[in-house]
């Protein structure tokens, strides 16, 4: 079951209502054409008691009615974040904080990297989550029955899977990394940094494949001492662009662009590693 919030009176109640929440379970509905083109289409809050589908097509101006998007008090724990993050700035043009992302912390508990919603539920819940209405006009109106019930579902199970997940990341001492991952992702969503793929690598074809190789043994080898996915703390793409900038401008540098529960991991080896090249 849900309500359907449609007006922005209904909204400004709600707002003032889940302004006293610890914690809500956030998912979207969204249309992107482009990069920069994105849309809002409906917005989806559990607050532990109810399901609220909020139209952000008919309200296509919140105003200062959706605050609780914003608060550092109220924990919004999406699954998969970004995209999520994106749409709700094309609606309020604000930037969201204090973000809590199922997907990202079932990584740092050595899960898969990259599972949808469903997946997980049905992997830690027991329970099949409908998938039916996934590539659905979300822009179109009326919504159906069947899109209003499959947008609920998306929400229905997050708090479900925060509460474990962060007992989980306390008792690993990893909940510190995942907040700063999720901060540092945001950041690079608006601000993002200058691709290092035109810095040349000054080393032989040798070299490089030599340099790559060891620094991926680093990676593996961390990851399975911290019981971490190895994909979400360094993936071999990223490792390429990281080592460009480390051999070019210097470890400081470098380090200097991740998360600093990256670079504490592997620092130390790192600068062994460069001194033989």
Not at 120 to 139: A, M, P, Q, Y
Not at 204 to 209: C, G, L, S, V
Not at 212 to 239: A, G, H, M, P, Y
């Amino acid at each position: 079951m849900y309500t359907f919030i449609d007006s922005i009176d209904d909204l400004a109640f709600l707002n003032k209502e889940l302004m006293e929440k610890s914690y809500i379970g956030v998912d979207t509905e969204f249309r992107r054409t482009t990069k920069d083109n994105m849309r809002l289409a409906l917005l989806q809050v559990n607050d532990g008691e109810e399901i609220y589908l909020i139209d952000t097509i008919l309200i296509s101006d919140p105003k200062d009615h959706a605050s609780f998007l914003f608060s550092n008090s109220v924990i919004k724990i999406f699954h998969s974040c970004k995209e999520d993050i994106e749409a709700i700035h094309a609606w309020t043009g604000k930037v969201m904080s204090n973000l809590f992302d199922t997907q990202l912390a079932n990584a740092f508990l050595n899960g898969d990297y990259s599972i949808g919603y469903q997946g997980l539920v049905e992997e830690k819940l027991g329970i099949k989550v409908d998938k039916g209405e996934t590539r659905s006009n979300w822009i179109r109106r009326p919504l159906s029955d069947s899109q209003l019930n499959y947008a609920a579902s998306d929400v229905e199970f997050l708090i479900n899977l925060y509460l474990e997940q962060k007992e989980s990341l306390n008792r690993e001492g990893k909940l510190s990394w995942l907040e700063e991952e999720i901060t540092f992702l945001s950041s690079r969503i608006f601000e993002p940094m200058r691709s290092p793929e035109d810095i040349p690598l000054e080393l032989t074809k040798a070299e490089e494949k030599s340099l790559l190789f060891r620094f991926n043994q680093i990676v593996e080898l961390i990851s399975d001492q911290k019981n971490i996915n190895c994909t979400l703390f360094f993936s071999k793409k990223n490792q390429k662009e990281f080592l460009r900038l480390a051999f070019n401008l210097g470890q400081k540098e470098s380090l200097e662009t991740i998360t600093k529960w990256r670079s504490s991991l592997f620092r130390d080896s790192l600068s062994n590693l460069l001194k033989d090249f």
